[in-house]
Nanobody
């Protein structure tokens, strides 16, 4: 069992930056997969960036070169650094973790990018 809590969302102008945090209730070194999803109004939830405990990282094509996912195992926190934000990045961002066959989700944090 693990609880995930996101923070760091907000309103930012296009071209700006935000850093999202996802704090876990247990050691994240034991969470094999941790990633960020987002869901815009009227759209399906989509994977933004994924990381494994072994260090593999993947990004959606739409955010490559602008977003960066990282983990701080000492603090049990995963981050999503978002630069050069675009209005199309507006969505609720969710932290997700997977341990074996179990999936865990945070409550989401709103990111709004104004043009």
């Amino acid at each position: 069992q693990v609880q995930l809590v996101e923070s760091g969302g907000g309103l930012v102008q296009a071209g700006g930056s935000l850093r999202l945090s996802c704090e876990a209730s247990r050691s994240i070194s034991s969470i094999n997969v941790m990633d960020w999803y987002r869901q815009a109004p009227g759209k399906q939830r989509e994977l933004v960036a994924a990381s494994t405990a072994g260090g593999t990282i993947n990004y959606a094509d739409s955010v490559k070169g602008r977003f960066s996912i990282s983990r701080d195992n000492a603090k049990n926190v995963m981050y999503l650094q978002m630069n050069s934000l675009e209005p199309e990045d507006t969505a609720v961002y969710y932290c997700h973790g997977q341990i074996a066959l179990w999936h865990y989700w945070g409550q989401g944090t709103q990111v709004t990018v104004s043009s």
